[in-house]
């Protein structure tokens, strides 16, 4: 590894250790049951609920030779919270866990961004996976399940 790769490495790090300790999991909870829309990749669009779960799980990173690419919104958004806590069926300290460890690791870690970005680099590459609080728009080239 680089000395430049390294660095890297350890600002990833501590930017995911300071939001860890910036937003307290106690005082996240779901506002309500929304739906939430799973959208898949073209590349990744065979992939079932379990395999999606066991992705966000930090228990499934690939798919036919390629590295799934996952998305997710910033924490303390209502789609996170409830995605993880009711999809994923864990608490988000538990969650956020799994990934710091992964990420020491040097394992990819689920990439934070916008909701409405997050349909938008899903639509481009095709082994990535990601979840949004509304329906994508029904032309854009990417798979949807609907999660209640």
Known sequence: ????????KRVLFFAFLISFLLFPVSSIRPSDSKNLYIILG??????????IKKAYKGELSSMG????????????SDAKKIFVQEFLGMDMETYRKIWLIKLMGGS????VVKEDEIVNHVATQSNAV???????????????????
């Open 108 to 111: 990819q870690v689920p990439k």
């Open 65 to 76: 030779g390629k590295e799934i690419i996952l998305y997710e919104p910033p924490v303390g």
């Open 1 to 8: 590894m680089t000395g430049l790769e390294e660095k890297k």
């Open 130 to 148: 990601g979840y949004v609080s509304f329906h994508p728009p029904a032309d854009r080239n990417v798979k949807v399940i609907t999660i209640k």
């Open 42 to 51: 073209s590349g990744v669009a065979n992939l079932t609920v379990e395999d």
